[in-house]
């Protein structure tokens, strides 16, 4: 299976250019479908330990449906596959950049959600514009054990993201664990209280604001994705579903750029344009090529669909 690693703010993507399995040809969607339900062990195995590693978000580069497209992408992290994904396409950009299949300029790239477009500054700098993000619900009140009451709001950025404006704990590098057992904690109340996106999705995406730690910074953020890891980068999605939170509170104005950081310190450029019922979202980030390899699955390997931890 021939590979492309890179990463985009100190998260990892992981692009298939050969050796995945047959999609079909059908929509985006359809074909991320056929991924999730017939080949999980498959997608698990590529970013999972020993073959991946942790926070890895995988991408199957398929044919476009649209002609305009020069590429089609599906997402996966070692939990599910996934609708969209900021970093990964920012990624996807530098990859095929790398691979000298698009130069400097703007370019369209088809995803199971939606086209989406992206500018190509240099070889590592790019911008995403993201689909339309709107917020569904806000102030969400929950009851979490230890923590006490958690507000937040009910967005969509390509992903379903519950958004905490004012952590619990503090957003700090020093503090992931207790970072990533809020946010699990949120996510099971969140289920407990059936709470979800449109037509009864699943909120795996868990955002945890705080102040940021520098002078330019807009806010700090963390975010728990569905395998649990959390996102090294201040991730493109979430950041969408945060800018359509600030554009309906009245918080920022459209194409005013704010910077976002992320747990580590890694950042975002953001900015938006007024939607129909929400925002289009621009993120503007760096990803650089890391490794070209050929993945050898051996159909002996004990752990070929990777590691699994179970009680």
């Given at each position: 299976m021939h590979v492309i690693d890179s990463h985009t703010e100190g998260e990892p993507t992981r692009v298939i250019?050969?050796?995945?399995?047959?999609?079909?040809?059908?929509?985006?969607?359809?074909?991320?479908?056929?991924?999730?339900?017939?080949?999980?062990?498959?997608?698990?195995?590529?970013?999972?330990?020993?073959?991946?590693?942790?926070?890895?978000?995988?991408?199957?580069?398929?044919?476009?449906v649209d002609?305009?497209?020069?590429?089609?992408?599906?997402?996966?992290?070692?939990?599910?596959?996934?609708?969209?994904?900021?970093?990964?396409?920012?990624?996807?950009?530098?990859?095929?950049?790398?691979?000298?299949?698009?130069?400097?300029?703007?370019?369209?790239?088809?995803?199971?959600?939606?086209?989406?477009e992206v500018t190509l500054s240099?070889?590592?700098?790019?911008?995403?514009?993201?689909?339309?993000?709107?917020?569904?619900?806000?102030?969400?009140?929950?009851?979490i054990d230890g923590i006490g009451t958690v507000s937040g709001d009910v967005a969509y950025g390509g992903n379903w993201f519950f958004i905490v404006d004012k952590s619990p704990v503090d957003v700090k590098p020093n503090n992931l664990r207790n970072l990533t057992e809020v946010s699990i904690k949120i996510r099971?109340?969140?289920?407990?209280?059936?709470?979800?996106?449109?037509?009864?999705?699943?909120i795996e995406h868990i955002v945890l604001y705080g102040p940021a730690l520098t002078e330019h910074g807009h806010s700090r953020n963390f975010v728990l994705c569905p395998d649990n890891a959390y996102d090294r980068?201040?991730?493109?999605?979430?950041?969408?579903?945060?800018?359509?939170?600030?554009?309906?509170d009245g918080r920022l104005a459209p194409n005013t750029d704010i910077i976002q950081e992320s747990t580590i310190g890694s950042r975002y450029r953001l900015s938006y344009q007024a939607a129909k019922i929400g925002v289009i979202p621009s993120i503007t980030g760096q990803a650089f090529v890391t490794k070209e390899a050929n993945l050898i699955v051996n159909a002996t390997d004990p752990l070929k669909t990777g590691i699994r931890l179970t009680e």
């Open positions: 250019l050969s050796g995945g399995p047959k999609l079909g040809s059908g929509s985006l969607a359809e074909r991320a479908k056929i991924l999730a339900t017939e080949h999980e062990a498959f997608y698990r195995s590529v970013v999972s330990e020993p073959y991946g590693q942790e926070a890895m978000v995988g991408v199957m580069l398929v044919e476009p002609p305009e497209c020069v590429a089609g992408v599906i997402y996966f992290d070692a939990a599910e596959v996934i609708g969209m994904c900021g970093h990964g396409t920012i990624g996807v950009a530098a990859t095929l950049a790398y691979l000298g299949k698009i130069d400097i300029g703007t370019h369209k790239i088809e995803t199971p959600v939606g086209v989406v240099d070889a590592n700098t790019v911008t995403v514009k993201n689909v339309e993000s709107y917020r569904l619900q806000k102030d969400v009140h929950l009851d099971h109340a969140l289920k407990e209280n059936t709470i979800s996106g449109t037509d009864n999705d699943a980068s201040p991730c493109g999605t979430g950041s969408s579903a945060r800018l359509a939170c600030l554009a309906a």
